[in-house]
C-alpha cells in the first residue's frame, strides 16, 4: 500500500488522470495550502478490507447486500428518489 499527497489545485486541475493514476491499493491524501484536509481517494475495495478491520458487522451487511442485488431485490432510482428530485 502506498500513500501519497495531492494539492487541492493539482486535483482540480487534474482530476481524471489523478483517479485513473490511484491503484487498488494507493490512498491519496488531499492537502490545501499546504496542511492534511483530512480528506481521501481511496479505492473501494481497500476501504472494505479497512473497515472490516474495524467492524466485522460491516462485511456482513456487505454480503447481504450483495445477495440481494443478485436476487434482484432492489430499488430503482425513481422509487428512491422520484419524488424528491
Known sequence: MSTQTIDT???RNNLSA???AV???DILFIKSR???TGKAIIDDELLEDLLLLKDS???ARIA???AEIKKGDVYT???VFGDVL
Request: proline share 0%; no cysteine.
Open 9 to 11: 489545485t493539482d486535483l
Open 18 to 20: 489523478t483517479l485513473q
Open 23 to 25: 491503484g487498488k491499493d
Open 34 to 36: 499546504g496542511k492534511l
Open 57 to 59: 458487522a460491516y462485511i
Open 64 to 66: 447481504k447486500a450483495r
Open 77 to 79: 432510482f425513481d422509487e
